[in-house]
């Protein structure tokens, strides 16, 4: 890196725990005098957080590095550095493919980043650098993330994974599970009231397997909620087997945890949870569902669902669109199975071509989608209370976005500027996952 140049650009791939950690990583290095900018090409440095979940992600990246390379190849000085589950699963193999990345970095290791910078700069002769290895203590509780300002922040109460789904890479490339003590969280979360959010997600791969001391993760979203200042609190991503009664309780008695669960159920055949070893049952999932139902008002509910596991027959899919069908979710997310080196079903034979899988996708996702507008053409009529987050994505002059405590994103023209308001406003229409409302 040029000397007195220090410009970061960080580009996030995978789930919202990764984007929490491109925050946390450009606080590391803003206390560090570098600062970020907004495309790599302005930049010295260029750091990609990855993801590991599925192949088609890390296909994603590699197609992003060699668009990198050829930056690189018109700015020499360009360092490049691999952050996140690509950087713990392929390790030497990444920097031997890509020789033009100068380092690996994993989830563990952020902290190291400035030393790591200044090795690769005193000209020791080192280009490509490697830091993968597990710390099963990091948790980066005295760190504070480096977040654009806005309505919504994302905190992350724990780490790692110690689940072992039979098809996730997770629990290899982040680590056994710890939880942030709850008085550290609950200061982050007053911190950023400071800041002006009014919105908190708090985030873990299994957020209500949460516990530390004597605080479960019930404890734990009360205390937030409690924050003077705050609005809104939601969570993800909760395992079944971990959403107690207690838990539901609290969901159900505090105006401020938002009506709102994103519970993942993965298939709807007994013999394909087995297989994936999620540890409950169909049964078990969907008398969840109800309980949760009767005792949270208007709950939001979404869920994943992998189509085309090994051995999944035409019966076990079956048995996933009857779920589907009977729940009613408010919204699902559908992935093909991608078999991970190194879990527990690694080894077995596909038993689907990727046409079948495609078309298993494509059958669940328009099942879904008609579930998705008929129950939000429901609400056409009804008020509902939302958040505005800003402008619109697709803006047009004017116009917002917004969601309901249920997570339902919410489009209406105003004049005013409104964002972090919260506000009335009356359903007129619904399109694929938007609604399309009117202020009152
Ligand atoms: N193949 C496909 N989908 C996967 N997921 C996790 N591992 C895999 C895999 N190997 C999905 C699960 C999880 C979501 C984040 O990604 O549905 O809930
Ligand atoms: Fe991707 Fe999972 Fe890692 Fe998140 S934890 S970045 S989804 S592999």
Redesign the pocket.
Same mark, same amino acid.
């Given at each position: 890196m040029k000397k007195g140049t220090k410009k970061y650009y960080v580009e996030t791939?995978?789930?919202q725990?990764?984007k929490y950690d491109s925050e946390l990583v450009a606080g590391i290095l803003n206390q560090h005098g570098y600062h970020q900018v907004r495309s790599a090409q302005e930049s010295d440095l260029v750091l990609v957080n990855?993801?590991? =979940?599925r192949q088609h992600?890390e296909n994603r990246v590699f197609g992003r590095l060699d668009a990198l390379r050829l930056l690189k190849l018109k700015h020499p000085d360009l360092i490049i550095g691999v952050l996140?589950?690509m950087a713990v699963r392929l390790q030497d193999e990444l920097l031997t493919q890509k020789p033009f990345v100068n380092f690996v970095l994993g989830p563990d290791n952020y902290r190291k980043l400035p030393g790591l910078l200044s090795k690769l700069n005193n000209g020791s002769g080192q280009n490509q650098l490697k830091l993968a290895e597990f710390d099963n203590h990091e948790i980066y509780s005295e760190l504070y993330p480096s977040r654009t300002s806005g309505i919504s922040a994302w905190v992350a109460i724990m780490r790692g994974c110690n689940n072992f789904c039979s098809y996730c890479? =997770?629990p290899y490339?982040?680590g056994r599970e710890r939880s942030r003590l709850a008085k550290d969280i609950v200061a982050e979360v007053q911190q950023l009231v400071q800041e002006n959010f009014v919105e908190v997600t708090l985030l873990g791969?299994n957020v209500n397997s949460y516990h530390n001391g004597d605080h479960d993760f019930a404890d734990l979203i009360e205390m937030v909620a409690n924050v003077p200042g705050i609005i809104r609190v939601r969570f993800a991503t909760s395992h079944p087997k971990d959403l107690s009664e207690k838990l539901i309780d609290t969901i159900a008695g505090h105006p401020k945890i938002c009506n709102h669960l994103h519970l993942p159920v993965q298939s709807g055949s007994d013999t394909i949870l087995k297989l994936m070893n999620r540890k409950y049952t169909r049964s078990h999932y969907l008398k969840l569902i109800k309980t949760a139902r009767e005792k949270i008002q208007d709950l939001g509910l979404y869920t994943d669902i992998i189509v085309g596991f090994p051995g999944e027959t035409e019966k076990d899919f079956q048995d996933t669109l009857g779920l589907v069908r009977q729940v009613e979710f408010d919204g699902v997310f559908v992935f093909k199975y991608s078999p991970r080196e190194g879990t527990a079903v690694y080894g077995l034979e596909e038993t689907l071509t990727e046409q079948e899988k495609v078309k298993r996708l494509q059958t669940l996702n328009q099942i879904q989608d008609e579930i998705t507008l008929r129950r939000n053409q429901q609400l056409i009529g009804t008020v509902q209370r939302i958040l505005v987050e800003g402008a619109s994505k697709k803006a047009k002059f004017n116009q917002y976005m917004g969601r309901t405590e249920s997570n339902k994103i919410f489009v209406f023209d105003s004049n005013k500027k409104v964002d972090g308001s919260l506000l009335d406003v009356k359903v007129i229409s619904a399109e694929g996952r938007t609604l399309f409302s009117e202020l009152l």
């Open positions: 791939y995978g789930c725990m990764n990855t993801c590991s =979940v992600a996140g589950c890479i =997770v490339v982040r791969q």
